[in-house]
């Protein structure tokens, strides 16, 4: 089939209709605008929907979940675009009560000491007196404090530095279920600098992982001496009060109309001398002057591979995990245990099905009817694949099977949601910053080509809205530029703010 454009029309092609995609769209129509450029915008993506694995449900008075439910507002992308949608007031924070995390071990739920920030304490008598490490285990991590410092060098694994700083125990108990909630990885594979910058600069600076985490408490004004959080910093944790397909909605919304296509796969992308070709699954070919790749590492790889091989291998090295959630929804009174936290996080030696449980209707408000309760559970991840292939019957007894187990929960739920996200998680191994190093380069090659999505520098949603922005902005500044080739790969060379608490499954 012919392309559908005009000899002096100006096109740009997003291809993939996640956040990441979503957001690249809407800045480059905030910016045409803005700048008065002629570049039409078109959205390609092959799903029946958009937005990816963010999706929001309602059922019987119950807000539902499918992908991530919170944003991590120290990262400031995704708020401040909430705020130009004309979302602000939408935007909710987590429940002011029980914030804290449990770790399931032993077949009971051990509460992560009060202080306890990161992957270590910052306050000592909640630590000393938690059951959750042994007296063996919680000595070895107070060798933290009189330890060396690493010498630099060149990358390393999370479990390697864990390791070295904390022990096995804190490793095996902590460390890699904590991860496993925001990552789903491997922490003997997963990369240091890639995913945990500030813990290796915050042992340079302090020497020592426990008094760095201390003294950046105690710098933090009428933080000094208040309860703090166990876990991850709620206070920083927020989303939208009706949930986070709102934040797609209002994207699809604001773009003009015809900009977003449904159901519609690409088959692959050429360059034909001064423009790109965009083919279609269906035939059609699709003529523009720009392209941002907004989809999974994999699929950008098998687009590329005619056009450039040594970028399709770069990109199709980058592995990925799959994932499971599962929303349970119950009567109040069908669980006997408190409730008295956001969730827990399962080690993977307890040889679990579930990896991590959120206590949805306690983190946030509204989430179900009064008298009621809602849970969300997730299974899969790097560690424990298999259960990802079970049948939904087989899935949803083992779970059910763990609840009882750790929350005393005997009757079957009233209802229940498995979703399944197959190679949805990106996975920062060691050397993932040097294989981004090489991308960029491959990039130079195609000024007018961008890549956008959580494959390159951040897993969350403020992350993913980044990357569509910053791939908007140098696609217009290398299109509307006399020195294209300075902009190539930009999006990848630019460093990223990482965060370990952004978007965890708690």
Not at 23 to 47: D, I, T
Not at 145 to 162: K, M, T, Y
Request: hydrophobic share 40%; proline share 6%.
């Amino acid at each position: 089939m012919a392309s559908d454009r005009s000899n002096d029309q100006k096109r740009i092609v997003v291809v993939g209709g996640g956040i990441a995609g979503l957001a690249a769209a809407h800045r480059l129509r905030e910016k045409c605008q803005a700048e008065r450029l002629s570049y039409a915008v078109l959205l390609l993506e092959a799903n029946s929907r958009p937005g990816g694995v963010i999706g929001t449900t309602y059922r019987d008075g119950f807000i539902l979940e499918s992908g991530p439910d919170t944003l991590f507002t120290d990262k400031p992308w995704a708020v401040d675009l909430i705020k130009r949608l004309g979302l602000g007031d939408r935007l909710i924070g987590t429940s002011g009560v029980h914030r804290r995390t449990f770790v399931a071990l032993g077949g009971t739920l051990h509460p992560l000491p009060e202080g306890f920030s990161l992957l270590a304490p910052t306050r000592f008598r909640p630590f000393v007196q938690s059951e959750l490490l042994t007296w063996r285990g919680k000595a070895r991590m107070a060798l933290d404090l009189i330890l060396p410092r690493g010498q630099p060098g060149s990358d390393e694994s999370l479990a390697s530095f864990v390791r070295r700083r904390l022990g096995a125990e804190a490793l095996e108990r902590l460390a890699q279920p904590m991860i496993g909630g925001i990552y789903s990885a491997d922490p003997e594979r997963l990369s240091l600098q890639a995913t945990f910058p500030q813990l290796l600069q915050m042992e340079a600076q302090h020497r020592s992982l426990i008094l760095g985490l201390r003294r950046r408490r105690l710098s933090v004004p009428g933080k000094g001496h208040a309860p703090a959080d166990s876990g991850p910093r709620y206070s920083l944790f927020a989303t939208l009060d009706n949930g986070l397909q709102t934040l797609v909605d209002a994207l699809v919304q604001q773009l003009p109309a015809g900009t977003v296509r449904l159901g519609c796969p690409v088959a692959g992308i050429a360059r034909k001398k001064e423009c790109w070709t965009i083919r279609l699954k269906d035939g059609a070919d699709i003529e523009a002057d720009g392209v941002i790749l907004a989809v999974p590492a994999f699929q950008a790889a098998a687009l590329t591979h005619d056009l450039d091989d040594d970028l399709a291998m770069e990109l199709e090295a980058i592995p990925y995990a799959s994932s499971v959630t599962i929303n349970l929804a119950y009567r109040r009174e069908a669980i006997p245990h408190p409730l008295d936290g956001f969730g827990f996080v399962v080690p993977a030696c307890e040889g679990r099905t579930i990896i991590a449980c959120s206590f949805s209707s306690v983190k946030f408000a509204n989430r179900a009817p009064a008298g009621y309760a809602l849970l969300r559970a997730f299974a899969g991840g790097a560690l424990q694949p298999e259960p990802f292939e079970w049948d939904d019957e087989r899935l949803l007894t083992a779970v059910r099977h763990d609840l009882e187990d750790l929350l005393g929960i005997e009757s079957a739920p009233l209802w229940s949601q498995l979703i399944r996200h197959p190679r949805s998680m990106p996975q920062y191994h060691v050397g993932h910053l040097a294989r981004l190093a090489t991308l960029e380069h491959r990039l130079c090659r195609w000024p007018t080509l961008k890549l956008a999505g959580n494959a390159y520098r951040g897993v969350g949603i403020p992350d993913g809205v980044r990357s569509g922005e910053a791939a908007a902005d140098a696609l217009l500044a290398g299109l509307t530029s006399a020195q294209r080739d300075t902009y190539g790969g930009a999006t990848l060379a630019e460093p990223a703010r990482t965060c370990a608490e952004g978007d965890s499954l708690l």
